[in-house]
């Protein structure tokens, strides 16, 4: 079996009818979502009582625990 071609395509130079609406829909709804993603990100990532910390992590241990 073949992949399919982006030239073989019957819909590849212009979308037509309910296909280019689904299209249309998704990117909206990708945007929207993106948007309110950064908005929560925004408001719930302040924290005013957090603890400042000047500790350094030296080294990782490469254990796995079972």
């Not at 982006?6 to 993106?34: H, S, T």
Request: proline share 3%.
């Amino acid at each position: 079996m073949q992949e399919p071609r982006l030239e073989d395509m019957e819909d590849y130079n212009e979308l037509q009818g309910e296909k280019k609406r689904i299209v249309w829909r998704v990117i909206i709804a990708g945007l929207f979502v993106g948007l309110l993603y950064v908005v929560a990100s925004d408001m719930f990532s302040k924290v005013d009582d957090a603890i400042e910390t000047d500790d350094k992590v030296h080294s990782m241990p490469a254990t796995v625990y079972h």
